[in-house]
């Protein structure tokens, strides 16, 4: 998909789906923002990995798309956060991690479990393809565990 040529296309890809971005940087944040709106999505953000935490104790997101790096906080603590629900719940939310950092730092945080890591300046199409394919795999996912329970 290229955003620019098929915007039209695209338009409401992302309808219904709820992400939580959390981002230090404010025009980071607000680009993903604005971003994944127009594409259909609700949208709710974060600036610090505190103010994500309050977030979650009333919004449960489809997706959370998140900085790796917070100066003062650790996103470890999101992470930790994301996996006590999981076990209370078993409704998995897939995280794409962003950076800065080279990849090589990915490799030097093996204990961050996340779906997806991404280089900034990001590839907004490969970003919104990323948002795609995990929301329809986590819905077909859960989906199978229903009916896993139903029978």
């Known amino acids: 998909m290229n955003l620019i040529n098929d915007f039209c296309l695209a338009v409401g890809i992302l309808k ?4 939580l971005v959390v981002d230090n940087d404010g025009d980071s944040r607000d680009l993903y923002a604005f971003l994944l709106k127009d594409l259909g999505a609700n ?15 009333c919004f449960t997101p489809n997706v959370i798309v998140s900085e790796i790096r917070f100066l ?3 996103i470890y603590t999101l992470l930790k956060t994301l996996n006590a629900m999981e076990a209370d719940n078993g409704n998995h939310i897939p995280i794409i991690v962003t950076s800065t950092s080279t990849i090589g730092t990915y490799h030097q945080i093996p204990d961050v479990e996340f779906e997806e ?6 590839d907004l199409d490969k970003f ?4 795609t394919n995990l929301v329809q795999k ?5 989906f199978h ?7």
């Open 138 to 142: 986590n819905v077909a996912e859960i």
């Open 128 to 131: 919104v393809s990323m948002i």
């Open 43 to 57: 949208v709710v953000t974060a600036g610090s990995v505190k103010e994500a935490l309050e977030i979650l104790s």
């Open 16 to 19: 219904g789906v709820q992400v």
């Open 145 to 151: 565990h229903d009916l896993v329970v139903l029978q």
């Open 117 to 122: 890591y991404l280089l900034k300046p990001l």
């Open 72 to 74: 003062g906080e650790s």
